[in-house]
Nanobody, 116 residues
């Protein structure tokens, strides 16, 4: 059974940091691109950061460049999204996505609220 479980969301104040985790199981994690999406209130889901094969090439949405960092640990089958200098506009449900080998797997999402 394929699962992606996000964790690490919560309520933080502007300027603070948060790290999201995405624990994967049921598939060969190292063979998949790992991507973080988010859906802000009233808006469509958007790509935030991706780590793509080969070579673990990283790409970021312009709005999070220099603030967010995507990483992965293949031994632990876990992807991470380190978020710094959070802004109110980062408030969203964050989703983990694994893409590859003709498959497209999604987690259930984790809520991040940035508010003073």
């Amino acid at each position: 059974q394929v699962t992606l479980v996000e964790s690490g969301g919560g309520l933080v104040q502007p300027g603070e940091s948060l790290t999201l985790s995405c624990a994967a199981s049921g598939f060969d994690f190292k063979c998949y691109d790992m991507i973080w999406y988010r859906q802000r209130p009233g808006k469509e889901r958007e790509l935030v950061a991706a780590m793509r094969r080969p070579g673990n090439y990283r790409e970021y949405a312009e709005s999070v460049k220099d603030r967010f960092t995507i990483s992965r640990n293949n031994d632990r089958a876990t992807a991470y999204l380190q978020m710094t200098n959070l802004k109110a506009d980062d408030t969203a449900v964050y989703y983990c996505n694994a893409w590859g080998s003709g498959n497209d797997y999604w987690g259930q999402g984790t809520q991040v609220i940035v508010s003073s």
